[in-house]
């Protein structure tokens, strides 16, 4: 009994689709169309099989909807830009273009060996300057609109790599990558207006009902809306006042006093008097600017020497420090302290001994004013210390509205001051409109989100097209000299940017002037060319970049898949740009990703060897719950499971795993051990248990050829109990997979077609109509299988006797009334006479049962195309037609 020849049937197979271009999607207006994508790679080397794990989901989803009768796109291609191409170039004089080339090369034949059904045609590296002249002439457009601009700006300097750090870049206050202390410098930086799309970009997340909720949480998280007040403090002794930003204006009366950021412009003229202070200040500055940081680090300030009078109660006068937790870049870079709501405060002025004075506190607990809060002991204290922000109804202070009442607000502050109960949001409010009446603040909005940095200096990225000149200023590149191309003789033998110490590159004419000018030496950030990718796919080699018609067709992206690791910026910036090109005039949808699917990693046990290096699975033999090492028989320590990393050496490669068990156990295996989204554990027996799988299902078919009748043999008119019951597990099977394809329960939708496997082995065909049911019963698992294990189940549809391919065949349909449980056994006749029995569920439609009645063959041939004049049903015994 011969094997299932993996190797010739997927070779084959993907040889076949090539020739037929059976992946290749044209727009067709009269079909549906279905866009899937998944989040497509950097090509970093060659791929293990916990990296394919999203694309094997993805190509489930294109040959199910394809099936479906869906018109699919389903593109690849390469984020080829980006700082590894760099550091190898550095590493191993390799040039960055080659490896990145050269790395494309290897995981495209990857790709390829595991048979997923891309339209190749489509296929586009970002680093290629057809694709970045677009992404040129789109941010010329941005800085049109104003969605680009440059500034001056404090950024972490790595000064290793030498080149700006993004916040997230900085881990505990050191490169992600060097691992050297980052510092603080100020540059001028190009910047993407993605904050005049804050609002929209979070209220826009509401009608993504097809994204996990995390990532709608995250998003919404990162873009931080925060609504509050701009309150004003006027200075003693000077004219002008310090702004801060708060949202708790209502407890503006707990303030004991304010901060500015240590990159305050106030700052550094306080800081020109005072050498203590101006160390203190430049101190700060070379702690890291992300909010990890700042957040972790220990708060620490300085009194500045001046004052600030409360705008609500002009005898109270507040010290003002710097403080290292302030952010420049937050609210306005200053904060008035309320130690007693505010933990951060709290911890400041109990070091620098300030005070702390509550305004609120909990329902309950009774009116406490300053002063017998002052007469407190400390340990009594802490309990009003951190009043609750949003739960119940707080007070709010006797005294703290009482003193300030000067009869001018525009509300009656007597309520406020007799004690009442009051909720927080409506202290807000009166709060706010204090300081409104006094001309001292107004109600504001900030976002955290800040406007996107797109400069970097480094070479393997794309050129912004920008020229500086003398006389004329900055000069955007004229459209007919776009693209500004890469030079490609660069080196790499020092530390900098490589575009910046070129002998050439850089000097050109001015366009405007003709004079001596410079191009701009940064490139993009390399997210900027994946924010727009999914809008090429569809259109791919036009010469415009998007084509309107073609982008209309097939966006948004009906299925995005990729690692949750991209719930912030990639998937933020997408939607940000999406809006942008939109304003441009480039498409006409705001949300680039209409369904998205986060999928979960591929986990692997990690080995030791005794000497505590990491070992490859294949290095070591697992004996029951010990292993060790193949080469000597050492013990080797099993670690815990862990996202498979060259690091840890837990991988498994791709190869490998195509070249023993082929490219479709390697898939059913990826795609069935757990929910998509949770992680997978490989495992030797599973991959062993998916093997045994793909051969069992072979030889089933293989061994059921001979008892079938031929492909498309007509229905027989009964079925012996046996097959009735096989013809109900199918039909059964067919909806719940259908059910579990449309719900991502890819691991359901496996476990399912294997029972009927399963089923299907336990059947010997015997009596009236068996061979038929046995026939559907193949037929059916090949082509439900199809998307999981599709050479496999090409090879056995052909084996079957079909010309054309399961690529190209439709869905298995089901028969509801198969897939009831509860079935009768119901006589149909024919003017009074037994014309045959049918299985209808019980209490079916009285419709339900005279249609099927009516398609039934028999009946068709006893009825012989004379209509019927009256239909008699009993319920669940018969149906009798007359004629
Ligand atoms: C007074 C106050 C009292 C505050 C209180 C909080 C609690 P979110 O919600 O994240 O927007 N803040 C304002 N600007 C800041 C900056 N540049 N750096 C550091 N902190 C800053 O945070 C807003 C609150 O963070 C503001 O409200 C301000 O402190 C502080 F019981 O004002 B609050
Ligand atoms: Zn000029």
């Known amino acids: 009994m011969a094997r299932y020849n993996?190797?010739?049937?997927?070779?084959?197979?993907?040889?076949?689709?090539?020739?037929?271009?059976?992946?290749?999607?044209?727009?067709?207006?009269?079909?549906?169309?279905?866009y899937v994508l998944e989040m497509f790679p950097y090509p970093s080397g060659r791929l293990h099989v916990g990296h394919v794990r999203n694309y094997a989901i993805g190509d489930v989803v294109a040959r199910y909807r394809r099936a479906k009768g869906f018109n699919v796109l389903h593109p690849m291609g390469w984020d080829a830009f980006g700082l590894p191409a760099e550091n190898a170039a550095i590493a191993n004089k390799v040039h960055p273009a080659d490896w990145t080339f050269e790395n494309i090369r290897v995981m495209r034949e990857q790709l390829k060996l595991i048979g997923l059904s891309y339209d190749w045609d489509r296929e586009v590296a970002t680093c290629t300057p057809d694709y970045y002249r677009h992404e040129q002439r789109m941010f010329l457009d941005f800085l049109k609109a104003g969605l680009a601009y440059r500034k001056e700006s404090w950024v972490n300097w790595d000064p290793v790599e030498n080149t700006v750090l993004a916040?997230?870049?900085?881990?505990?206050?050191?490169?992600?990558?060097?691992?050297?202390?980052?510092?603080?410098?100020?540059?001028?930086?190009?910047?993407?207006?993605?904050?005049?799309?804050?609002?929209?970009?979070?209220?826009?997340?509401?009608?993504?009902?097809?994204?996990?909720?995390?990532?709608?949480?995250?998003?919404?998280?990162?873009?931080?809306?925060?609504?509050?007040?701009?309150?004003?403090?006027?200075?003693?002794?000077?004219?002008?006042?310090?702004?801060?930003?708060?949202?708790?204006?209502?407890?503006?009366?707990?303030?004991?006093?304010?901060?500015?950021?240590?990159?305050?412009?106030?700052?550094?003229?306080?800081?020109?008097?005072?050498?203590?202070?101006?160390?203190?200040?430049?101190?700060?500055?070379?702690?890291?600017?992300?909010?990890?940081?700042?957040?972790?680090?220990?708060?620490?300030?300085?009194?500045?020497?001046?004052?600030?009078?409360?705008?609500?109660?002009?005898?109270?006068?507040?010290p003002v420090y710097v403080a290292n937790f302030v952010l420049m870049d937050y609210g306005t870079g200053a904060i008035f302290g309320c130690p007693a709501h505010d933990q951060r405060d709290l911890d400041f002025a109990r070091k620098y001994g300030l005070a702390v004075k509550p305004v609120l506190w909990p329902e309950g607990s009774g009116v406490l004013t300053d002063e017998a809060y002052a007469g407190l002991p400390e340990s009594e204290r802490a309990a009003f210390d951190r009043a609750p922000e949003q739960d119940g109804r707080l007070h709010v202070s006797v005294t703290a509205y009482s003193d300030t009442d000067g009869g001018t607000y525009g509300y009656d502050l007597g309520s406020l001051t007799d004690g009442r109960s009051l909720s927080v949001s409506k202290a807000k409010d009166i709060a706010i409109a204090a300081v409104e009446e006094r001309g001292a603040g107004e109600a504001t909005v900030r976002y955290r989100l800040r406007d996107w940095g797109v400069s970097r200096q480094r070479y393997w990225g794309c050129p912004i097209p920008i020229i500086h000149c003398d006389s004329c200023g900055m000069v955007p590149v004229p459209e007919d000299q776009l693209p500004v191309e890469l030079p490609r003789d660069v080196s790499f033998d020092r530390p900098g940017n490589p575009l910046d110490h070129h002998p050439t590159w850089k000097h050109v004419a001015c366009p405007t002037c003709?004079?001596?000018?410079?191009?701009?030496?940064?490139?993009?950030?390399?997210?900027?060319?994946?924010?727009?990718?999914?809008?090429?796919?569809?259109?791919?080699?036009?010469?415009?970049?998007?084509?309107?018609?073609?982008?209309?067709?097939?966006?948004?992206?009906?299925?995005?898949?990729?690692?949750?690791?991209?719930?912030?910026?990639?998937?933020?910036?997408?939607?940000?740009?999406?809006?942008?090109?939109?304003?441009?005039?480039?498409?006409?949808?705001?949300?680039?990703?209409?369904g998205l699917m986060t999928q979960g990693m591929v986990v692997h046990e990690t080995y030791r060897a005794p000497d505590g290096t990491w070992l490859y699975p294949e290095e070591v033999e697992l004996q029951g719950d010990a292993a060790v090492r193949l080469s000597d028989g050492a013990a080797v320590e099993r670690g815990r499971l862990e996202k498979m990393s060259k690091s840890k050496k837990n991988v498994v490669g791709l190869e490998h795993v195509v070249e023993s068990y082929g490219a479709d156990t390697a898939r059913l295996l990826l795609?069935?051990?757990?929910?998509?989204?949770?992680?997978?554990?490989?495992?030797?027996?599973?991959?062993?248990?998916?093997?045994?799988?793909?051969?069992?299902?072979?030889?089933?078919?293989?061994?059921?050829?001979?008892?079938?009748?031929?492909?498309?043999?007509?229905?027989?008119?009964?079925?012996?109990?046996?097959?009735?019951?096989?013809?109900?597990?199918?039909?059964?099977?067919?909806?719940?997979?259908?059910?579990?394809?449309?719900?991502?329960?890819?691991?359901?939708?496996?476990?399912?077609?294997?029972?009927?496997?399963?089923?299907?082995?336990?059947?010997?065909?015997?009596?009236?109509?068996?061979?038929?049911?046995?026939?559907?019963?193949?037929?059916?698992?090949?082509?439900?299988?199809?998307?999981?294990?599709?050479?496999?189940?090409?090879?056995?549809?052909?084996?079957?006797?079909?010309?054309?391919?399961?690529?190209?065949?439709?869905?298995?349909?089901?028969?509801?009334?198969?897939?009831?449980?509860?079935?009768?056994?119901?006589?149909?006749?024919?003017?009074?006479?037994?014309?045959?029995?049918?299985?209808?569920?019980?209490?079916?439609?009285?419709?339900?049962?005279?249609?099927?009645?009516?398609?039934?063959?028999?009946?068709?041939?006893?009825?012989?195309?004379?209509?019927?004049?009256?239909?008699?049903?009993?319920?669940?015994?018969?149906?009798?037609?007359?004629?």
């Not at 359901?748 to 038929?772: M, S």
Request: proline share 6%.
């Open 6 to 34: 993996f190797r010739e049937t997927e070779a084959k197979w993907q040889a076949e689709w090539a020739r037929r271009g059976s992946f290749t999607a044209t727009e067709d207006p009269g079909r549906p169309k279905y």
């Open 167 to 318: 916040n997230e870049q900085v881990i505990e206050g050191r490169g992600w990558r060097s691992g050297a202390l980052v510092e603080k410098r100020q540059l001028t930086q190009w910047f993407l207006r993605i904050t005049e799309y804050a609002d929209e970009l979070i209220d826009a997340l509401k009608g993504l009902d097809r994204w996990p909720e995390r990532v709608r949480l995250m998003q919404e998280n990162w873009i931080g809306r925060s609504v509050g007040a701009t309150v004003r403090f006027p200075f003693e002794g000077r004219a002008d006042s310090l702004e801060v930003f708060t949202t708790r204006p209502d407890t503006l009366f707990g303030a004991s006093f304010c901060a500015i950021s240590p990159d305050h412009p106030l700052a550094d003229e306080a800081g020109a008097g005072n050498a203590e202070l101006a160390e203190f200040i430049a101190e700060c500055r070379r702690m890291g600017t992300s909010e990890e940081a700042i957040e972790t680090a220990e708060k620490r300030g300085m009194d500045t020497g001046l004052r600030v009078v409360h705008p609500l109660d002009p005898s109270i006068v507040l």
């Open 514 to 594: 003709g004079g001596k000018a410079t191009r701009e030496t940064d490139t993009f950030d390399t997210f900027f060319e994946s924010s727009w990718y999914f809008a090429r796919f569809c259109s791919p080699h036009a010469e415009e970049g998007l084509d309107g018609a073609a982008v209309d067709y097939w966006m948004p992206v009906d299925q995005y898949i990729g690692g949750i690791e991209h719930a912030v910026l990639h998937l933020l910036y997408s939607r940000f740009f999406t809006r942008a090109l939109r304003h441009c005039g480039y498409l006409g949808v705001d949300e680039p990703f209409a």
């Open 671 to 883: 795609l069935s051990d757990s929910p998509p989204e949770r992680d997978l554990e490989w495992t030797d027996a599973g991959i062993e248990g998916a093997w045994r799988y793909a051969n069992r299902l072979w030889r089933l078919v293989d061994d059921g050829l001979a008892a079938l009748p031929p492909a498309g043999a007509p229905k027989p008119d009964r079925f012996s109990q046996p097959a009735q019951a096989l013809r109900s597990k199918v039909h059964k099977t067919i909806q719940g997979v259908d059910e579990d394809l449309e719900n991502f329960r890819l691991n359901r939708a496996v476990a399912r077609i294997r029972e009927l496997t399963n089923a299907i082995g336990e059947f010997t065909p015997a009596g009236d109509g068996d061979g038929w049911a046995y026939r559907e019963a193949l037929e059916a698992s090949v082509l439900l299988i199809g998307p999981i294990m599709p050479h496999l189940a090409e090879e056995l549809w052909q084996a079957l006797g079909h010309a054309a391919p399961v690529s190209e065949s439709p869905w298995p349909a089901f028969d509801p009334a198969l897939t009831v449980d509860d079935t009768v056994t119901v006589a149909i006749q024919v003017n009074g006479k037994l014309r045959t029995t049918l299985a209808l569920p019980r209490d079916v439609a009285r419709d339900i049962a005279e249609r099927t009645a009516l398609d039934d063959p028999s009946v068709q041939r006893a009825l012989d195309g004379s209509t019927v004049r009256k239909v008699i049903v009993v319920p669940n015994r018969v149906v009798n037609l007359v004629v």
